[in-house]
DNA sequence: GCTGAAATCACACATTA
DNA sequence: TAATGTGTGATTTCAGC
């Protein structure tokens, strides 16, 4: 059963803040917020218990570096019946190749994003993971030329009310 | 002009270890690895100021989290100069609603992915802009219905021989 | 929100290969 | 000579008040 929280304007600045860069010191972060130490390392605690971040990584840009590349790949199912779509998420979810996948409506059930090092890479993953997975009936792959942005940042609005979101706990 | 650098296996743990969770002390990291607290905390400024490491950020789930709605937006220009494609895409790094902007062939120049609050602010977005924006010829939106995964993290192999790639500096 | 103890970070230097 | 490990002081985190 899911609880709710709201995040105030506190909560929603120091969101904007560590999802920029979250190696700030607490300290930093709280001058720029006018609070104390203590109580802006209490809030980062909050909000990660709470679920609101989900996580604290380190991203590299593989594309920057000149590794691996990137292929859309559009997948319709055989079956749609609930478990078999929760079966294809499962696989998608264990497969490190794949780095999105959504459940779209259209031509096809599902929309891949998948990081492969090179097109025979690629090639081993389809058949393995896809073509090789019994449950689908077609698919169609792109191949984008360019990632011109990737940000994972959300843009909290800093001015308005009490914002209520779930959270796990 | 690009420089270039490799990273061996012990960069590759650590790129592993760093993308699942940047908060760990690296006190426990060398441990993983078997080396000793410094030369860990050195292999990781190494990695950040060659730009290996792009960014270190906290994550938020929004869908979890039941916060605002994704659009997939595909955009063909009236214009494919050279300068017409960097504009347009200069414009979408400075769009918050903007996460990921891709150049791709086939029917449309442009696939985005949007992040929005809601679907009024969707179209408020389309309109500013997108349509209003004076080179963009169609486009198109789907709306996925559920983000089954998402991962920035990339699976280095950590058995293979040094690894070579570009870096910024 | 403040203070102090514990942990972590980050440096200079010695050591090894 | 370049990279790793050791020891130590400065910062930061974090609990109790």
Redesign the pocket.
């Given at each position: 059963m899911p609880q709710y929280r709201t995040l105030d304007k506190l909560d929603r600045k120091l969101l904007n803040l560590l999802q920029k860069d979250n190696q700030t010191?607490?300290?930093?972060l709280a001058d720029k917020l006018h609070?104390?130490?203590?109580?802006c390392?209490r809030r980062i605690?909050e909000l990660r218990e709470a679920g609101v971040i989900s996580a604290e990584v380190a991203m590299v840009d593989s594309f920057a570096l000149g590794y691996g590349m990137l292929a859309f790949l559009e997948v319709s199912l055989t079956n749609q019946a609930d478990e078999c779509m929760r079966e294809f998420e499962a696989r998608m979810n264990k497969e490190a190749e794949v780095m999105q996948c959504y459940f779209v409506s259209g031509e096809y059930d599902y929309f891949l994003v998948v990081h492969v090092i090179d097109m025979d890479a690629y090639y081993q993953f389809v058949r393995r993971a896809i073509s090789g997975s019994g449950n689908v009936r077609h698919f169609h792959s792109r191949f984008p030329m360019k990632r011109a942005k990737f940000t994972t940042r959300i843009a909290f609005d800093e001015k308005a009310a009490e914002l209520p979101v779930r959270t796990g706990k």
């Amino acid at each position: 059963m899911p609880q709710y929280r709201t995040l105030d304007k506190l909560d929603r600045k120091l969101l904007n803040l560590l999802q920029k860069d979250n190696q700030t010191p607490t300290r930093v972060l709280a001058d720029k917020l006018h609070i104390s130490q203590p109580t802006c390392l209490r809030r980062i605690r909050e909000l990660r218990e709470a679920g609101v971040i989900s996580a604290e990584v380190a991203m590299v840009d593989s594309f920057a570096l000149g590794y691996g590349m990137l292929a859309f790949l559009e997948v319709s199912l055989t079956n749609q019946a609930d478990e078999c779509m929760r079966e294809f998420e499962a696989r998608m979810n264990k497969e490190a190749e794949v780095m999105q996948c959504y459940f779209v409506s259209g031509e096809y059930d599902y929309f891949l994003v998948v990081h492969v090092i090179d097109m025979d890479a690629y090639y081993q993953f389809v058949r393995r993971a896809i073509s090789g997975s019994g449950n689908v009936r077609h698919f169609h792959s792109r191949f984008p030329m360019k990632r011109a942005k990737f940000t994972t940042r959300i843009a909290f609005d800093e001015k308005a009310a009490e914002l209520p979101v779930r959270t796990g706990k």
